[in-house]
């Protein structure tokens, strides 16, 4: 793209413009989401615990609700604590943002829907994700309080821990794929949903159950936010901004959950396609109208469309554990990542690449995607027809032990669920 | 003035004033901050240079490690008069003098000195530029250089062709993960929580 | 003195003196022992970029200085953890971390 607007203007201002509207339209995008995020979080969470969220601003849904939480965090006191480090105070909140959003420079939104075609891509989120833990500390050290100090260390203690395991289980799939380049792992996953390194063999699935709890963790989102837990240290490194700041911070953590699902995505879900299919779409749209190129860029929207939606299912799937789970206590925090997850982490790395080894050997190994995939195909309809089947009975049907005990002594409220 | 030598100002100039600041600066905290601010300048020097992989390995060891680690340490370590230090006018004259002189002489050595330099068309070939394959097929083995030592020159007294040799960098590389694997135990165990025994004079 | 044909290389080299020389000013200058430590991290940077520069600058020095950069940093790592462990060490005995007051072996 560059090249052809170079034939317009001179090729460095060519490529400035480029690069800002490749940068305005990410910053869009993640705000954007967190607009989503924060309306998906209030309603699945109301859901959660039996009630309905917001339900007034915006329709019956409450889809402006964000925007009303956005108007009035903006027009908030901005209020400073006099004893906190006046530059450090207002700098913090611009570390941890700019490190969660400087993840999606390498990040592919489709085939070669990138704004930074990296060799190294993975390596480099991985690195960018790493800084923010620097604008926690800060923000927690810059507050001058006690809580937030202690917030902010632990935060930065667990955020820097899990970054261990979660980096093994990104090295596992790269030793699958042979490359760190998130387009070509993405382009290597092509074809039916068996071809996702999900499914490719029993260390990488591991691996992503792996990753995703590690990145669930570094997000410090629930089960693992002790340290902005209402009860324990009122809110942590955050208590004391107020307003837009900690609205930045709050776009901040979505970001970061984004950006660990679109890497969730693109390693071990098949990134951009679909998995029914078993060519890349907009290639053969375009090969097979004969060269229309609209077709090309309808073929690369559905693609983004399929990886933001596996994205936003991924960030649901860490919304709905945050509010299903109870929390974990600090040193448990700790104890799960350097007593559990380290080594299981290590050990499916060992056993990845034993298995690459192996898989030159004897090339049956290489039908355990497929049976793997049913597998799981095969679940996931189980689980859902369980669903849909229970969405008939009350509760008092469902739940034994408790729930039976008491069946004599109250009546049983019977009546549609 | 082109990008790359727009982008080249921009990141000198905020590396540079950063680590000014860092020496300048009373609080020790104010000083980490600063640190921070120079090292993710120098990761924008490493990604101006093309050295991807450097400049992601700078991001996450450097500021994602060794710079958490200090202001872990200033931390454990600020307690009130500790975290704002004078230092003697006198001290800060001396100081700032050798300082002068000696990125004076530096700076002379380097503008007087010619350099061979690498031609666009080397850096543009994906074959010979440096990117991350090239790193990697130097620690593999799979990189040739053309040693600069003399060769002993054979009795019948031919000129010798300069032969390529294969280079491979993964043991030192090994030796080096195993060495910080080993000093890292070493630091732990030399920074574990001992029971305090009061001021020892 | 015949100048640099090439003023991009001479920059990043003078960067990469700026930084050197900051490091070991700070080094000089600083009371507080992480001060110090800072100043040492600023003086491996500084080589660094010197290491990288020549690298992309250099036709017969390439690769090489891609990696040395990165054992540099790797090295870094370790002797930053090392120095704060000694800093810990000498805040449990001493209550301080002011260097002027480490003088029992003075004399």
């Known amino acids: 793209m560059v090249d052809r607007l170079s034939v317009y203007l001179d090729p460095n201002l060519a490529q400035l413009i480029v690069a800002v509207v490749a940068a305005s339209v990410l910053v869009g995008f993640v705000a954007l989401s967190a607009v989503f995020f924060i309306w998906l979080e209030r309603k699945v969470s109301g859901r959660i615990q039996d009630r309905l969220g917001p339900t007034r601003v915006g329709g019956k849904f409450g889809w402006l609700q964000t925007i009303a939480d956005g108007v009035k965090l903006l027009i908030k006191e901005d209020t400073i604590p006099a004893s906190a480090d006046q530059v450090l105070f207002r700098v913090s909140v611009y570390i941890a943002f700019c490190g969660s959003f400087l993840a999606f420079l390498a990040l592919p939104f489709g085939n070669n829907v990138v704004a930074l075609n990296l060799n190294i891509a993975v390596f480099f989120i991985l690195a960018a994700m790493s800084t923010e833990v620097f604008g926690i500390i800060l923000a927690g050290y810059g507050s001058g309080s006690k809580w937030s100090l202690f917030g902010g260390m632990r935060e930065a203690a667990q955020m820097v821990s899990y970054e261990v395991p979660r980096a093994i289980c990104v090295i596992i799939p790269v030793i699958v794929a042979g490359t760190m380049n998130l387009t070509t792992i993405g382009q290597q996953q092509m074809g039916g949903f068996w071809n996702w390194y999900l499914f490719h063999d029993p260390f990488t699935f591991g691996a992503f159950w792996v990753f995703f709890t590690c990145a669930t963790a570094s997000c410090k989102r629930a089960p693992f936010d002790l340290a902005e837990a209402e009860s324990e240290l009122v809110a942590g490194f955050h208590t004391e901004f107020s307003g837009l700041r900690w609205s930045f911070f709050f776009m901040a953590e979505y970001g970061s959950m984004f950006a660990v699902s679109g890497i969730a995505t693109l390693l071990f879900l098949g990134g951009w396609h679909t998995g029914f299919v078993g060519f890349e779409l907009s290639d053969w749209l375009y090969g097979v109208s004969g060269g229309q190129t609209w077709l090309w860029v309808v073929g690369n929207a559905i693609n983004v469309l399929v990886f933001i939606i596996k994205g936003w299912f991924l960030v649901f799937v860490m919304i709905w554990v945050r509010w299903t789970l109870p929390r974990l206590r600090i040193d448990q925090v700790m104890m799960t990542c350097l007593r559990y997850l380290l080594p299981l982490s290590c050990v499916l790395l060992v056993g990845v690449t034993a298995w690459q080894l192996a898989a030159m050997q004897w090339e049956w190994l290489d039908y355990t995607r497929f049976v793997l995939g049913i597998l799981c195909l095969v679940l996931l309809i189980w689980m859902i027809v369980k669903a849909i089947q229970s969405f008939g009975t009350t509760p008092t049907e469902m739940m034994p032990g408790a729930w039976r005990a008491r069946q004599p002594s109250a009546p049983a409220v019977a009546g549609k669920f | 003035m082109d990008l790359q030598t727009f982008l080249f100002w921009t990141v000198a100039i905020v590396t540079g004033l950063s680590a000014i600041a860092v020496v300048v600066t009373q609080n020790i905290v104010r000083s980490a901050a600063w640190l921070l601010v120079t090292l993710g300048g120098t990761a924008g020097v490493y990604f101006l240079l093309g050295a991807d992989f450097v400049g992601a390995t700078q991001l996450i060891i450097y500021v994602g490690g060794i710079l958490i680690l200090v202001v872990f340490g200033v931390m454990l370590t600020a307690q009130g008069p500790f975290i704002s230090m004078k230092v003697g006018a006198a001290e800060w004259a001396i100081a700032m003098v050798v300082g002068i002189v000696l990125f004076v002489v530096l700076a002379t050595t380097t503008m007087s000195a010619t350099w061979p330099t690498t031609t666009e068309a080397r850096m543009n070939n994906p074959e010979t530029s440096m990117n991350s394959a090239t790193l990697a097929g130097a620690f593999l083995g799979l990189r040739e250089v053309t040693p600069k030592a003399r060769m002993p020159i054979p009795p019948g007294d031919v000129p010798v062709v300069p032969m390529r040799t294969p280079v491979a960098y993964l043991l030192p590389f090994e030796i080096v993960s195993v060495h910080l694997l080993v000093v890292l135990i070493g630091a732990a165990y030399l920074a574990r929580a001992k029971r305090r025994r009061g001021t020892v004079a | ?107």
């Open chain 3, 1 to 107: 003195m015949t100048p640099n044909p090439d003023g991009a290389l001479t920059g990043y080299l003078l960067l990469g003196a700026l930084l050197f020389v900051c490091g070991a000013v700070c080094m000089a200058m600083k009371r507080n022992a992480i001060g110090v430590l800072m100043g040492v991290e600023l003086v491996l940077n500084g080589a660094n970029v010197n290491f990288v520069a020549f690298a992309r600058y250099n036709p017969t020095f390439e690769v090489e200085g891609q990696i040395f950069a990165l054992f540099v940093i790797v090295m870094a790592a370790a002797e930053a953890a090392v120095a704060l462990a000694i800093v810990l060490n000498f805040y449990n005995n001493h209550m301080t971390v002011d260097v002027d007051t480490a003088e029992e072996l003075k004399g």
